[in-house]
């Protein structure tokens, strides 16, 4: 506190006031008093004061700096900022189908320049008036929708609180420049429950699609298996058609070289020459498994006869 007389004096303190006390006076924020018969008041941006006359309100100050005759009963009630504020509040509800939540509403408000007095008279307690208001709007809309559908409409519920808040507060002097609704909370337990569901259905859309990939996989090996089976089928039929071509054109040779022979003579010569090839074969082989059979010019006649007999009993059956 300051006290002076006739001198000029710059201050600033707290709180904004101005008091007449035995013929000498008391500076507050952003007055300058020029002698004993009145004073300047500064007022800074983005805020408005507001000035009365013995009680009565008079006039709303905007930025800068204005004359407060103090002798005539002038000073400054107090100030008023009209810069963007925030609110969030917190609201537990239930949905529809019976599960609690917390909504986190945030509320950005300001006061209105041209309704000033109104702000500064008309509430006492923005921030709880508003709070109320919210609590209102969102305990009345939650409980008409379930959980899923609570997520999915939270910007018609920030909507309803902002145009409820928009109504509401108006009358005081307030803009609602923007409400949003930025969590919404589920008890905990069911917050888990919902996780293990989605994890179901995440795991249950996974064991379909491996369970797909394996038969796509299986038909797949199968088309290949049948694939290659043809393809065997054809070399070993273009093999066996090779070996007829030859023995026929060897036996047909054969006849014309040594007049007499019959082609059984000639076809026991080949078979007993494949006999030898096959047991030579057979030897040459060191991780060949050990094979018993009857040996001897007897034994290849049966075994020409054998082979004989299965080319004719094969002969009669496609007959």
Not at 132 to 147: C, E, N, Q, T
Not at 162 to 172: P, Q, V, W
Not at 227 to 248: N, P, T
Not at 267 to 291: H, P
Request: proline share 3%; charged share 25%; aromatic share 8%.
């Amino acid at each position: 506190m300051e006290r002076g007389c006739s001198c000029c004096i710059l201050w600033r303190s707290f709180p904004l006031d101005l008091f007449f006390v035995d013929h000498h006076f008391t500076i507050a924020p952003g007055l300058l008093i020029m002698g004993q018969t009145f004073g300047c008041i500064q007022v800074d941006q983005s805020t408005v004061a507001v000035k009365e006359q013995f009680g009565k309100f008079s006039d709303v100050l905007e930025p800068g700096c204005h004359c407060m005759p103090w002798c005539c009963g002038y000073f400054v009630a107090g100030q008023l900022s009209l810069r963007v504020q925030q609110l969030d509040v917190r609201c537990e509800t239930k949905t529809k189908d019976n599960v609690f939540v917390t909504v986190v509403a945030s509320i950005q408000y300001r006061a209105l320049a041209d309704k000033a007095s109104d702000a500064f008279y008309k509430l006492s307690n923005t921030r709880e008036q508003i709070q109320a208001y919210v609590f209102d709007v969102i305990r009345a809309s939650v409980p008409k929708l379930d959980l899923d559908s609570t997520f999915e409409q939270k910007n018609d519920i920030a909507k309803a609180v902002e145009n409820e808040l928009e109504k509401a507060m108006s009358h005081y002097g307030y803009e609602i420049v923007q409400t949003l609704i930025v969590d919404i909370e589920p008890d905990v337990h069911v917050k888990r429950a919902m996780n293990e569901i989605n994890a179901a259905a995440r795991m249950r859309e996974a064991a379909n699609e491996k369970a797909e990939a394996e038969k796509i996989l299986q038909i797949k090996r199968a088309e290949g298996d049948a694939e290659s089976k043809y393809l065997s089928g054809l070399g070993i039929a273009r093999q066996r058609q090779a070996i007829v071509d030859g023995l026929r054109d060897s036996v047909l040779a054969f006849s014309e070289s040594v007049p007499g022979t019959s082609a059984k003579d000639v076809m026991d010569m080949v078979l007993i020459t494949q006999y030898f090839d096959t047991m030579k074969e057979i030897g040459a082989s060191s991780k060949s498994s050990s094979v018993f059979i009857p040996h001897g010019p007897g034994a290849v006649r049966d075994i020409a006869s054998q082979i004989r007999d299965g080319l004719l009993q094969g002969q009669a059956s496609m007959q």
